[in-house]
């Protein structure tokens, strides 16, 4: 089964402090995997893509296929890195994404 | 604003109505996706529209919901007969080529 899992809901983090937002996937194949962020307000947008291997807002996240997770890093938490997270997968010819259920990012100042 | 756009952005309806929402896409985009979003998931797909070719609809699209993209630009989905299972947010979008997708702001349908 395709499937995207985030185990946290609520991530609490100081403001400073490492972030590392969890996602472990499912899939039969070679998905591309995605990083998308929702802030306050504001539409659901992509931070990052695997095959990009860029760093976007300071954010990394690495493909690991051998545990088939690709978590979100950041060594330096900023308050306005407060949103919500979705980990996400595409890998038919759709491109349809299926999404994990969302972390929400909280930084305390 | 040259982003996907959606309309209406919120609808109140009584159960057993039917509502019809818009989206237009990013205009160079030939790609046009729709999702659904419950309170505490994240979202899901329903139905894919390449140009004005209908090419997937997920099991979540029951008979009640029906998508339409005449002339492979704006798109509708139209619920009919709606449930208080259908309350949810309804998100539009696009593509140009490619996983790499634009997201409208989003319908919220709440129904009564």
């Known amino acids: 089964a395709q499937r995207v899992t985030q185990p946290e809901k609520l991530l609490s983090v100081f403001k400073g402090a490492p972030v590392e937002l969890k996602c472990n996937y499912s899939?039969?194949?070679?998905?591309?995997l995605f990083w998308y962020v929702q802030y306050s307000r504001q539409r659901l947008q992509l931070l990052l893509r695997h095959i990009s291997r860029e760093s976007i807002k300071g954010f990394t996240a690495d493909l690991n296929k051998g545990e088939t997770s690709f978590h979100l890093k950041k060594p330096f938490a900023q308050e306005e890195d407060s949103a919500m997270y979705y980990c996400?997968?595409?890998?038919?010819?759709?491109?349809?994404?299926?999404f994990g259920k969302g972390t929400r990012l909280h930084i305390l100042p | 604003d040259t982003g996907v756009s959606q309309d209406p952005r919120h609808k109140i309806t009584k159960r057993g109505q039917n509502v019809t929402f818009r989206c237009d896409p990013i205009?160079?985009?030939?790609?046009l996706y729709w999702y659904r979003q419950t309170l505490g998931q994240g979202p899901e797909f329903l139905t894919y529209f390449q140009n004005e070719a209908q090419l997937e609809k997920s099991r979540l699209l029951s008979d009640r919901f029906s998508a339409e993209r005449p002339k492979g630009s704006f798109s509708t989905l139209e619920i009919q007969r709606t449930e208080q299972g259908d309350s949810a947010m309804y998100l539009c979008?696009?593509?140009?080529?490619?996983?790499?997708?634009?997201f409208g702001p989003g319908t919220r349908l709440t129904v009564t």
């Open positions: 996400a997968l595409s890998g038919s010819r759709d491109d349809k994404i299926i």
């Open positions: 979008a696009s593509s140009p080529r490619g996983p790499e997708q634009y």
């Open positions: 899939y039969s194949g070679s998905p591309e």
């Open positions: 205009s160079e985009h030939n790609r």
